[in-house]
């Protein structure tokens, strides 16, 4: 089945500093992923979409600026938290939708716990 | 816009019993797709089950099934011989024709053994 390898799956980094998150596709290509955020037992909150070779659309009341999102391959879209601060401690995680069957749903991977001290 | 109502925050069931878990949602499309995620402690979104808006065969994987309502907008989850391993946050969710996922707020079921 498809797989969704999302790394790294926690990091600790200081206040102000940027941190990286992957989003690979091992098994298909997808040309558009989903960013969430989630809080403990809530629901995930779309953060933005995705697509490959263009610019991602981001939801109401999320800070491109602060969030930037890369889509540079068919397999890989990046989430860079910019200038962290405590408050954007979370669980991320990110999806991707298979080509071959756009409706059947999405592909998760597995989340990255991020702390900013 | 799509909307998505899990009016259950916890249920419990004991082992080996049945449980269901309601979902109602709202949308203006006549072709869409629902679904239900599980997500245990880990924290991994897993597929429990699909169903096609314009399928009226309700879906059935192994314990789990569905109970559609296409005109009440229901969409509920019974899970039958519950296991230890069932026991997880579950979500329900609407996609309209290739377009995004809309989550409810979760479900926690817990079972009891």
């Known amino acids: 089945g498809a797989v969704v390898s999302q790394h790294p799956s926690r990091v600790i980094c200081k206040s102000g500093t940027s941190v990286k998150i992957e989003c690979r596709s091992l098994?298909?290509?997808?040309?558009?992923m989903f960013w969430y955020r989630q809080f403990p037992k809530q629901s995930l909150m779309l953060m933005a979409t995705?697509?490959?070779?263009?610019?991602?659309?981001?939801e109401q009341g999320v800070e491109k600026d602060k969030f930037l999102i890369n889509h540079a391959s068919l397999t890989l879209s990046t989430l860079t938290v910019t200038s962290a601060h405590p408050e954007d401690s979370s669980f991320y995680i990110c999806s991707a939708r298979d080509m071959r069957n756009p409706n059947y749903g999405y592909t998760f991977g597995s989340g990255t716990r991020l702390t900013v001290v | 816009a799509q909307t998505v109502t899990q009016s259950q925050p916890e249920m419990s069931v004991q082992e080996a019993e049945t449980v269901t878990l309601s979902c109602t949602y709202d949308?203006?499309?006549?072709?869409?797709?629902l679904f239900w995620y599980k997500q245990p402690p880990s924290r991994q979104m897993i597929l429990v089950i699909r169903q096609e808006a314009y399928k009226q065969q309700n879906a059935t994987e192994n314990r789990f099934s569905v109970n559609f309502q296409k005109a009440a907008k229901s969409f509920s989850l019974k899970i039958s011989d519950s296991q230890l391993g069932d026991a997880a946050m579950y979500f329900c969710a609407t996609m309209e024709y290739g377009n995004k996922l809309v989550f409810g707020a979760g479900t926690i079921l817990r079972v009891k053994s």
């Open positions: 949308t203006s499309e006549s072709d869409y797709y």
């Open positions: 098994d298909f290509q997808a040309t558009t």
């Open positions: 995705s697509n490959e070779g263009s610019k991602a659309t981001y």
